[in-house]
């Protein structure tokens, strides 16, 4: 997790802000979250290093190519297979949810048919996604990475990918067990999208 120290640019006055300064409520921060934040533990955070442009905060030029890529993949993939295979529902990249009285911006995220029948449309989803992935950075730490997967976990989330970009790792967790996935093994969902499967070299070169 970046710490809230991290600066963040002003680039329109060559000055800078700690994220400190976005000094919002969780339920402020819910009706309209700053792009690359989560609300935890009573502040406002930076998932990964951004940039103030004209007073709003703007890119994520802290993800690498390679993060950025796997990204993109894994929204492909679940997507693909998710039309491919008549199970609905949609999938989508860094869009918010709430968690234990947290605002959480997972990688990639995936909603059944019916809970997105249930909430109908939204800007922030009032509980965790049933599965959803987030890709590990070098700047986060082991602790808080597997506590915000039980904090997922625990609002409402089945099943949650931890991708792991040096190690080309794939975690799979649920409440009932952790499945881990190396290079030359193909990944699998466990409770959702079932039947969905990739080639763990594939997904992460």
Not at 37 to 59: C, L, M, Q, R, S
Not at 117 to 142: K, R
Not at 165 to 177: A, C, D, F, N
Request: aromatic share 10%; hydrophobic share 40%.
């Amino acid at each position: 997790m970046i710490k809230l120290t991290w600066p963040v640019k002003l680039v329109s006055q060559m000055t800078t802000f700690s994220v400190e300064q976005l000094d919002l409520t969780l339920e402020e921060w819910m009706q309209n979250p700053p792009d690359g934040t989560e609300w935890a533990d009573g502040k406002v955070i930076v998932k990964h290093p951004v940039e103030f442009v004209n007073g709003e905060v703007v890119g994520k030029p802290g993800m690498t190519a390679k993060t950025r890529r796997i990204q993109s993949k894994l929204d492909y993939y679940w997507r693909s297979y998710m039309i491919s295979s008549a199970q609905g529902g949609e999938v989508y990249v860094e869009v918010t949810c709430q968690t234990l009285k947290k605002g959480r911006i997972p990688d990639v995220s995936y909603i059944t048919p019916e809970l997105l029948a249930q909430v109908g449309e939204f800007s922030v989803l009032p509980q965790s996604f049933p599965l959803l992935a987030e890709i590990v950075s070098p700047n986060d730490f082991a602790d808080d990475v597997f506590a915000k997967a039980q904090e997922y976990l625990e609002s409402g989330c089945l099943e949650v990918w931890l991708l792991f970009p040096k190690s080309s790792w794939v975690l799979v967790i649920t409440q009932g067990e952790t499945v881990l996935f190396k290079p030359g093994e193909v990944a699998k969902t466990q409770l959702v999208l079932p039947g969905f499967s990739v080639a763990v070299d594939e997904l992460m070169a």
